[in-house]
């Protein structure tokens, strides 16, 4: 029972064949695979980037909008605020203007017994002093 194995050295040459071939397969489905996998990178990293600037832009423009209105909303107050100042100051100036008036007529035809020039200098310091303020207010609006 004793029997020698015999090889076949016809069949050998063979196997080498088809390992060779099976090898490029591999090879080519390996590198076809690495190389889907690179276009699929780069598409994610366009259309990441394509949507980077999309978004960006959408941001700007409504920045955009919301600064024009507050631009606006704020001119408009800055210009209330103007006309409010300058009305009262032009009411104010009236009114120093009659206490001048009244001031002199007083001191014209005060005798040297009757004083009521001092509450006519108080009122006229108050006046002034609301006068210096709104002025004072005016200025920062400049």
Known sequence: MNMPIETNTATFPRTTKTTKVKRKTYLYLFMGWALLIAIGVAAAMLYTE???????????????QQLTVIQEDYQKQVSQLKESVTTDMKALQTK???????????????????????????????????????????????
């Open 50 to 64: 394509h949507l980077r600037q999309k978004i960006a832009a959408d941001i700007a423009q409504q920045t955009q």
């Open 96 to 142: 120093v203007d009659s206490l001048n008036e009244l001031l002199a007529f007083t001191k014209d035809s005060a005798n040297s017994k009757t004083d009521n020039s001092n509450q006519l200098y108080t009122q006229l310091a108050d006046v002034k002093k609301k006068l210096e303020e709104l002025q004072k207010n005016l200025d920062v609006l400049k």
